[in-house]
């Protein structure tokens, strides 16, 4: 609608005044040639409530669809230009923008009077003969606006599916709900609630779309956002000329959550001086109007606003089950005018049989530079000092948004303020940060994962020196990450691969998840295991499917992935001799593409690794042996098992269990533990005694017997003699 018209100063009722007051006069010349024709029993206290005989002699005795309360005319129905709306700027907007006829428009402003004075309601209902019809039937608006009969069954095509009030479904047809197949005479006339408050100058949203849409004010500029300059000026570019040479435009901002999408659409509002109107395509499917007719409706507000239509979330549409909806969002945008916005973080699917003319617009992560002076931004308006080698950590290791970082720095001066005094709120632990920072990804990979919380140091691990240097140069690998691949350009080297594989191999026990655990502690990072085992599925195509979903979560998630009892699926590449095994080795390709793409810290577990394929292993960056450990070793994990809370009894010989049984470290850490409750179950310190039944139990369990004099040939009393 023009400005003038829709600005809050101008008087809406001045403006629809005179068609009301002529629908008046045309109300009341019914009610008169009703009267003078005798057409219906004006006088009877019981209208509507009844029929009688008189009723039925008064309506053979009229001529088969001659209007009920207009008096005929000679009128020719092809010249016959009804003028209830004449005058009204508003009712003639819809004429602009419908291409409403001038019989079309009064059947607006039939439909319309109720909505502005209720008394419509009365004198509808004593017209049609029935106290409970107070909203106008199209039999109604006929025998108002028609002089004839003639004129009456041809006005008729305006309300046929293809008729501007029908199709641009400005006016809906109602049937009685205790009349499912009225004709359509009997069908009620309900003006729609979005052209009700646009004609009232109503200045909310559709009161249907208030559940998933939302009209934005631009509050950014495009300068403000991190976008380079050649990327600005073809956004704006775009935009401008599509207002200027009004062209459509449908654009799909494709990018991960927090780069900036629905900022930059706010920001192209502003530019075109209109507001952003948001919608969520999740909220639209459960819609109570249902999907096809809450887009429709969205993409009619923002059509009648000139507002940029911003949908969100396309990737809920590429779920199972959701093609039928996906097409639908596709004929809405073929159908679609002015400038339309879809976002989403999988690549746009076009469909075939449906032109869009969508262009997809690439939202990337930010490189560190960009997350440093992003870190640093939202650390000093914070008032929080920090090192420059600590804000290098966190932008080098956390792949966050713009976003995520502000809410980072949020939530970690939150937790400092329960820590420091008032005077020390500036003094923001760099560990409040790195957890605040982990916090703000992996949400989807811990729901398909088990997340590990890192708690062990160098420390606590016994390794070969070759081992444990290896795992010093993963670590290294991650630190030096930045200077390698963007400093000294071998960035433009790799297509892929720029992440960091490693396989841990070694028998169970042997300190594979205990190493991933120091690893990810070392780099504030959390980690997450996944079990191979019930990845792999004997469904064809079905591992394919969890793998991608694995990654696709873990694409963003700062995170070190373990891939526990990795045989299960990297098992040696068999010859091909049917149709299974040439799939198992599709599984194990589709595995190594993944991994290769993948930019993160990727550990791959396994017990056997002889049973790993040469090709895959030359695809590593490390591999890291974990052997059983020999008497020195078993030394060392004995002495380190215990903390420093627990007491020992003096009997206790670490070296006599080193040297008497040769187990794991996660055999010891079991034995260790179990020692521990059963002498807190006889309340002192651990003696020798718990020591040895904590190690025959375990032994059970790994299916092996313990004779008593490997148990206690060194004199030591069983513990059941001793209970006794």
Not at 84 to 102: C, D, E, I, K
Not at 432 to 445: F, I, V
Request: charge should be negative; charged fraction near 25%; proline fraction near 5%.
């Amino acid at each position: 609608m023009d400005a003038e018209a829709m600005t809050p100063g101008s008087s809406i009722l001045d403006d629809l005044l005179p068609a009301l007051e002529r629908l008046d006069r045309r109300i009341a010349q019914a009610i008169s040639a009703a009267e003078t024709t005798g057409s219906a029993p004006v006088r009877d206290p019981f209208r509507g409530l009844h029929i009688g005989p008189d009723d039925v002699t008064r309506w053979l005795a009229r001529m088969p669809g001659a209007p009920l309360v207009t008096a005929p005319t000679s009128e020719n129905p092809d010249t016959s230009v009804p003028t209830l709306a004449a005058g009204s700027r508003r009712l003639h907007w819809l004429v602009q923008t419908f291409g409403l006829s001038a019989f079309e428009l009064d059947i607006v402003v039939i439909a319309l009077a109720p909505e502005i004075d209720l008394r419509y309601e009365g004198v509808y209902a004593y017209l049609q003969d029935d106290v409970t019809r107070r909203r106008p039937s199209v039999d109604l608006a006929l025998n108002l606006l028609c002089p004839s009969a003639e004129v009456k069954l041809a006005r008729r095509a305006h309300f046929a599916v293809e008729a501007p009030l029908i199709w641009h479904r400005l006016v809906r047809l109602v049937p009685n709900p205790n009349r499912p197949n009225a004709p359509l005479l009997a069908q009620t006339l309900q003006l729609d609630p979005q052209i009700v408050d646009v004609l009232l100058g109503q200045g909310g949203l559709d009161r249907r779309l208030s559940a998933f849409c939302r009209l934005v004010p631009p509050a950014v500029t495009i300068e403000d956002l991190p976008l380079d300059a050649e990327r600005q000026a073809q956004l704006s570019t775009l935009v401008q000329q599509a207002v200027v040479e009004q062209r459509l435009l449908r654009l799909y901002f494709r990018g991960s959550r927090g780069t900036g999408k629905r900022r930059t659409a706010e920001a192209l509002a502003g530019l075109i001086g209109t507001d952003l109107l948001c919608a969520d395509l999740g909220g639209a499917q459960t819609a109570e109007v249902g999907f096809e007719e809450a887009l429709r409706l969205a993409f009619r507000e923002a059509w009648l606003r000139g507002s940029i239509l911003y949908l969100d979330d396309l990737d809920v549409l590429h779920d199972a089950g959701q093609i039928a909806l996906y097409r639908i969002l596709l004929r809405s945008l073929a159908e679609a005018t002015g400038i339309t916005l879809v976002a989403g973080t999988r690549p746009w699917v076009p469909a075939g049989d449906i032109t869009t003319g969508v262009v997809q617009v690439d939202f990337p992560m930010p490189n560190t530079g960009q997350r440093r002076q992003c870190w640093e931004a939202c650390l000093t308006a914070a008032g929080i000092p920090l090192p420059a080698n600590q804000l290098d950590v966190l932008a080098q290791r956390f792949r966050l948004t713009a976003g995520q970082i502000e809410e980072a720095v949020a939530t970690a001066t939150m937790q400092a303020i329960g820590r420091v005094t008032r005077a020390e709120t500036s003094r923001v632990p760099v560990g409040d940060l790195l957890a605040a920072a982990r916090a703000q990804s992996g949400q989807e990979l811990a729901a398909l994962t088990q997340k590990i919380e890192p708690l062990y140091t160098w420390d606590d691990i016994v390794l070969p020196d070759d081992g444990l240097a290896q795992l010093r140069e993963i670590c290294a690998r991650v630190a030096g990450r930045e200077r390698v691949l963007t400093d000294w350009g071998f960035d433009r080297r790799l297509s892929q691969g720029k992440g960091i594989n490693a396989l841990f191999a070694g028998p169970s026990g042997t300190g594979k998840t205990m190493a991933a655990e120091i690893v990810a502690n070392r780099l504030g990072l959390s980690l997450y295991k996944i079990d191979l085992a019930s990845v792999v599925s004997k469904y064809i195509g079905e591992t394919e499917k969890n793998l991608d979903r694995i990654f696709r979560a873990a694409e963003n998630a700062n995170a070190v992935l373990l891939f526990d009892e990795a045989d299960a699926l990297f098992g040696k590449r068999s010859e091909v001799r049917d149709s299974h095994d040439r799939y198992a080795n599709l599984e194990i390709a589709y595995l190594l593409q993944k991994m290769e793409q993948y930019e993160g810290v990727a550990i791959l577990a396994t017990n056997l690794r002889q049973n790993l394929d040469e090709a895959f292993v030359r695809r590593l960056a490390f591999i890291v042996h974990f052997p059983f450990p020999d008497e020195v070793s078993r030394r060392r994990i004995w002495d380190g098992i215990w903390p420093a809370e627990t007491p020992l009894a003096e009997d206790v010989d670490l070296d006599l269990l080193a040297n008497q049984f040769k187990l794991s470290g996660g055999n010891i850490k079991n034995i260790a533990l179990g020692a521990a409750f059963l002498a807190a179950n006889d309340g002192g310190a651990v003696s020798m005694t718990h020591l040895l039944h904590a190690t025959r139990r375990e032994y059970q369990k790994m299916g092996k017997a313990l004779t008593e004099a490997e148990l206690h040939g060194q004199g030591v009393v069983p513990l059941e003699a001793r209970r006794a």
